[in-house]
Each structure stands twice: as structure tokens, then as C-alpha cells.
């Protein structure tokens, strides 16, 4: 069993960190206000798990002006991105 929990990140452990990780994953990005109804989180939680991740250097941030509104999106880099499916590897491992 211990072979099996070394591949899991304490990283994806909240349910929002997963989300946010799925969801980019399989799009190429994400803009905040996406992300937020997506997920059904308040920008506070969002925010503060965005912020890890990015720590992380797992999700990448790219700020820029739409209609002269800022506008944040947001990318899987390729380190969380093999991160994420070593995870959900570990996870299929242990219900296999």
C-alpha cells in the first residue's frame, strides 16, 4: 500500500484543487470567471487555491486586457501536468 500512496500529491487533496486541476487539463485555459461558476466556489476560495497551485508552479497565470477589462486565465504548465497524471494514476492503481 505504501508503493501505492508515494505517487499521490498532497497538492490535489482538496476537492477544489481537483477541480481546478481537471478542468485545465482538459482545456487549454481558463479565465477566472470560468473557472468560479465551473467549480461553484466564491473568488475568495478560488483565489487561495489558484495561489497554491501556482506556488507549486503547477498552474500558470495570464493576465491581459479584454474591452479594457482585466482578464486573468489561467494554464496547466507541464510540471502539473505530469504531476496531475502521475496522481490520478496512483489513484487508478489503488481501485484497480
Do not use: Q, W
Not at 484543487?17 to 470560468?34: H, P, Q, T, Y
Not at 473568488?43 to 493576465?63: I, M, P, Q, R
Request: proline residues 1%; charged residues 30%.
Amino acid at each position: 500500500m505504501k508503493k501505492l500512496l508515494r505517487d499521490l500529491d498532497k497538492a490535489f487533496e482538496t476537492k477544489v484543487r481537483l477541480g481546478i486541476m481537471s478542468a485545465l487539463i482538459v482545456n487549454e485555459s481558463l479565465n477566472f470567471s470560468s473557472l468560479k461558476e465551473l467549480l461553484e466556489v466564491t473568488d475568495g476560495n478560488l483565489a487561495t487555491h489558484l495561489k497554491f497551485l501556482e506556488k507549486c508552479k503547477y498552474v500558470e497565470s495570464h493576465k491581459e486586457f479584454l474591452n479594457k477589462k482585466p482578464n486573468t486565465s489561467y494554464s496547466v504548465t507541464a510540471i502539473g501536468h505530469d504531476a496531475f497524471v502521475k496522481h490520478i494514476k496512483a489513484i487508478e492503481r489503488m481501485l484497480g
